[in-house]
């Protein structure tokens, strides 16, 4: 789960069009970065919470959501994460519209790899810089390293199934402030529509690693409404 320093760095690429997604990770990998691929802007917020990329190339024309909202999304959670915006549209519009959301940087197609890669390079440059500020959440005894993943309660490490950790993360991202329920269905299922009932289980599980009691609530259910992560001085 820790990553150590000489790791690739993971690239998420978010792109509809396969046979693109499948020579982009090609690409990438024979760069010595390590891809991570989603087809649709549910599966990459997906992946984006549970891998925490080092860099994100985004298609902005997505089946299910607009590009645009991702960049959004991503932003809203306070992440510096890189994001570098890939389209077929040549709207100048749009180009300013994303960097404007906060993307970092723009790569129309049709490209060269060779300007791709050095996009990439580039905002894997500043990401560097920024990386001092890598989200760590404290609250009471529990530490949240959303750099590392790692998850530490009076400072032992917890262990988290992948999707504890997913949850986890997404109320750390959002300390002290209620999270709807289908707010986090959608962040962790990738669907709003998702069964409700899986979101309560994998809340009793991390309660009980967590040691959040009745007394002691460190995560609070909001009924009808969703939980929140307590902050705690
Ligand atoms: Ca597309």
Do not use: C
């Not at 802007?41 to 645009?68: Q, S």
């Not at 269905?185 to 009793?204: M, N, P, T």
Request: proline share 5%.
């Amino acid at each position: 789960m820790i990553k150590a320093v000489a790791d690739p760095a993971t690239v998420l690429v978010v792109e509809d069009d396969a046979s693109l997604n499948a020579a982009l990770a090609t690409t990438l990998k024979a760069a010595g970065f390590r891809p991570v691929t989603a087809r649709t802007a549910a599966e990459g917020l997906r992946w984006f919470t549970h891998y925490a990329p080092d860099l994100v190339l985004l298609d902005l024309g997505l089946p299910d959501r607009d590009g645009l909202s991702v960049i959004a999304d991503i932003r809203a959670k306070g992440l510096t994460t890189p994001i570098v915006v890939l389209s077929a549209r040549d709207a100048e519009a749009m180009k300013v519209e994303a960097l404007d959301l906060g993307a970092d940087d723009y790569v129309q197609k049709p490209f060269g790899v060779d300007e791709l890669l050095a996009r990439l390079r580039a905002g894997l440059r500043h990401a560097v810089q920024v990386r001092g500020s890598a989200p760590l959440v404290r609250t009471g005894d529990l530490e949240i390293d959303l750099g590392l993943r790692l998850v530490t309660k009076a400072h032992a490490p917890l262990r988290l199934s992948p999707k504890e950790y997913d949850l986890l993360a997404e109320l750390a991202l959002n300390l002290g402030r209620t999270v709807s329920h289908r707010e986090l269905l959608r962040a962790i299922w990738g669907s709003e529509r998702a069964d409700i009932q899986y979101l309560r289980v994998y809340i009793g599980q991390l309660r009980q690693k967590l040691g959040s009691t009745a007394d002691a609530p460190l995560l609070v259910s909001v009924p009808g409404i969703g939980y929140r992560l307590a902050a705690i001085s």
